[in-house]
């Protein structure tokens, strides 16, 4: 909080880093067909003002189309989009004002850093000292005083990604976009600015709509996340919950890692796994349940250790331990067409005890770690 | 022990050294061996001609050195008139193709490739066409009882027959004609690799559609453009054909003249001396073409 408000003191770009410059956008039935593929299929999303929102999903979600309907590049076959509360489904993009980090920057090639900069504002008839000011400004911000005049060619590519951001928020725009702005940094340095662009979004307040493949940019980062897949939102929620609770087996597949599991349901509505109880159906008459386990909620439990209460507990074998730095990743059969992956520190003390390719292995899941959903496993 | 480390390890160094190093000899020598027959024919098809032509416009009456030859050019004004001429077409027939060629390069640049592969189709066609055949067509379309003013007349665009040929506009429509290919081909290349985002940008950041194109369109297919322009000036200087034919002998460019001095007179001194300005002529056209554009980078690309 001490550190949010110094944050926002040092923020020199617009005069109100609170967000009510923020604008929310409010999508409806938004849909876009190319050929007999749906693109968007009746698209509903509400973006609050001031948050910073993540379209996550597989390549050809439609996360792309969405973003590109929102900056006005892709003409929706029909919907609505409101800034605030004014209609842009018809407005051309050149007047929704709104700022954009492309994918490849789009830096123009032919203006130094400074020109590119202050493009936005020369349009708006912004001129001499307050543009150079402003430019200087934003240059700041991103942490690239003094680089003004060099040319687009000399600037390495976390640079370039800078320079396309101070270019997107310059002229004060309520609603910042971003289509995997990040992509093409190396690991290193993606992981710096997702902080950084964090950071910049809270000294903005600016509502933000995120873009990426990646899911754990999308944890990093979002204050929501927006999963979409063939077109359709299929959740929208925190990070915390969208991990936690995923909606279906394809959010509990592409987010983070997991291993399904189908549950058996018995009359009395209880969710079974290898006749152990992990919890409940209720009234709902669903055929299919899935048990989704994390890696990381898994561990060893003591050689002979049984379910009780709180654990559950699978026998199994271990067929392979990978050691990958800050973890190690182990495979555990725990039958001959199931394999459970089981994740654990590497500090020793997390270890299972001694085991080695072969072996017989108890691991435990805690029943407050239990992810159930319903429907089948993912394809 | 320790030195006898110490010996191991600068052997180590020199291990298969000076193999090592004839074998990245070899491999130079074996990729510059691939130039030899371009060389033999550059030297045997340009460099000795050249040389040849050189020699001669330096030749005097008496066999000896002179510089009657060029102090001949500087006597006469249908000289100078030549060169004006020749500069005069080339620069209009350039302007002609740019004031065309943009905008179909951009409208191909548009398309989606496939389609754009259709329409480059039409373009090249006449490309691929004999240069007399076109330039005989010109004629054909052009003449004063011609299709082009029959037809105008039937429709009653005009009442008696506009000369359109054996001058300067016949000149410049059949040139014009021949040069575009030219200058639309390296313009289409250079549009294309524009990225789809600058414009998405340009607009993203407030550029109504005219402002996107002039400041950002256009100055990036500019090195393309200039590439192009240059190609049809530095052809148009030397061309012969179209002039001589649809020119009808008013429009007299250096390569018309030397043809006339030979056929003529059956000097080759003063016919080399001829070829030898035009050759400096457009060597200097290019080195300031360069200097102006920046040329190089548009010509050799920049990626």
């Known amino acids: 909080m001490l550190i949010d408000s110094r944050l926002k ?57 969405l973003l590109m309907a929102i900056a006005g590049f892709n003409r929706p076959d029909s919907g609505s989009i409101r800034f605030g509360e004014d209609e842009v489904i018809l407005t051309p993009p050149h007047k929704r004002e709104v700022g954009m980090v492309f ?120 204050d929501r996340i927006a999963v979409i897949n063939d077109g359709e939102l299929i959740q929208l929620d925190t990070p915390e919950v969208i991990y936690n609770s995923p909606a279906n ?29 992990v919890g409940d159906a209720g009234a709902d008459e669903g055929k299919d349940w899935t048990l989704v386990v994390r ?47 089981v994740r654990f520190g590497t500090s020793g003390r997390a270890s299972p005890a001694a085991s080695i390719t072969g072996d017989q292995v108890y691991i435990g899941l805690d029943r407050n770690d239990v992810i159930i959903i319903p429907g089948g496993q993912a394809a | 022990m320790a030195r006898a480390d110490a010996d191991a390890s600068r052997s180590g160094r020199h291990l298969h050294g000076a193999a090592l190093k004839r074998q990245h000899t070899r491999e130079q020598w074996s990729v510059l061996s691939l130039v ?17 032509l050189f020699y001669l416009s330096f030749l005097g009456d008496n066999g000896g050195f002179s510089l009657e030859n060029y102090h001949k050019m500087t006597q006469y004004k249908s000289y100078y008139r030549i060169f004006v001429t020749t500069f005069q077409v080339s620069i209009l027939t350039t302007l002609a193709c740019i004031a065309l060629g943009y905008p179909l390069a951009f409208f191909l640049a548009q398309l989606p490739p496939r389609w754009a592969g259709v329409f480059m189709l039409a373009v090249l066609l006449p490309f691929w066409t004999s240069l007399l055949v076109r330039t005989y067509a010109w004629l054909v379309l052009l003449q004063k009882r011609g299709i082009l003013n029959e037809f105008a007349m039937q429709v009653g665009l005009w009442e ?31 549009m294309r690799k524009i990225d789809k985002d600058m414009m998405h940008a340009a607009a993203n950041l407030g550029a109504n559609p005219i402002n996107a194109f002039w400041r950002v369109y256009f100055p990036l297919s ?82």
Not at chain 1, 28 to 56: I, M, P
Not at chain 1, 316 to 328: I, K, M, P, T
Not at chain 2, 36 to 50: E, G, K, N, S, T
């Open chain 1, 295 to 341: 890696p990381e909620r898994l561990f060893f439990a003591g050689a002979g250790a049984e379910t009780d209460d709180q654990t559950i507990v699978l026998k199994g074998v271990l067929r392979e331990a990978v050691f990958q730095g800050e973890s190690e990743m182990a495979l555990v059969s725990i039958d001959d067409d199931t394999e459970v992956a």
């Open chain 2, 160 to 190: 008696t027959p506009i000369k359109l040929v054996h001058n300067m506009t016949g000149t410049l429509i059949g040139m014009a004609h021949i040069m575009l290919p030219f200058l639309i081909l390296p313009l289409y290349n250079a």
């Open chain 1, 249 to 277: 087996a394809f959010v509990a597949d592409f987010i983070g890692e997991s291993t399904m599991l189908p549950l058996k349901r018995d009359d009395a509505g209880a969710l079974l796994f290898r006749g152990q109880k």
């Open chain 2, 222 to 303: 500019l090195p393309g453009m200039v590439a192009g322009s240059l190609i049809v000036f530095v052809l148009c200087l030397g061309f012969y054909v179209t002039p001589a034919v649809l020119g009808g002998g008013r429009v007299i460019m250096v390569s018309n003249q030397i043809t006339a001095i030979l056929e003529n007179q059956f000097d080759w001194g003063a016919a080399s001396a001829l070829g030898v300005v035009l050759l400096v002529a457009t060597t200097f056209t290019l080195y300031l073409a360069a200097r102006v554009f920046k040329f190089d980078a548009a010509l050799f690309g920049r990626d």
């Open chain 2, 36 to 52: 030899v027959p371009a060389l033999i024919v550059i030297v045997l098809i340009i460099l000795i001609p050249l040389s040849w």
């Open chain 1, 9 to 65: 003191l040092s923020f020199a770009v617009t005069d109100d880093p609170l967000g009510t410059t923020a604008l929310p956008i409010e999508i409806r039935d938004l849909t876009k067909r190319y050929g007999s593929v749906y693109a968007l299929n009746s698209v509903d999303l509400d973006v609050h003002s001031g948050e910073f929102l993540t379209l996550l999903g597989p390549s050809g979600s439609g996360k792309t189309t």
């Open chain 1, 103 to 222: 994918q490849s920057y789009a830096l123009f090639p032919h203006m130094n850093v400074a020109d590119n900069i202050g493009f936005p504002l020369k349009l708006r008839g912004i001129t001499g000292a307050e543009r150079a000011t402003r430019v200087e400004e934003a240059l700041e911000t991103v942490q690239l005083s003094g680089f003004g005049a060099r040319n687009i060619d000399q600037l390495s590519g976390g640079q370039r990604q800078r320079v396309a951001l101070a270019r997107a928020f310059v002229f004060g725009p309520r609603i910042l976009l971003m289509d995997e702005p990040l992509s093409a940094l190396d690991k290193k340095l993606r992981e710096r600015m997702q902080i950084e662009l964090k950071h910049l979004h809270r000294k903005l307040g600016v509502t933000t709509v995120y873009v990426t493949h990646d899911q754990r940019e999308a944890l990093t980062m979002s």
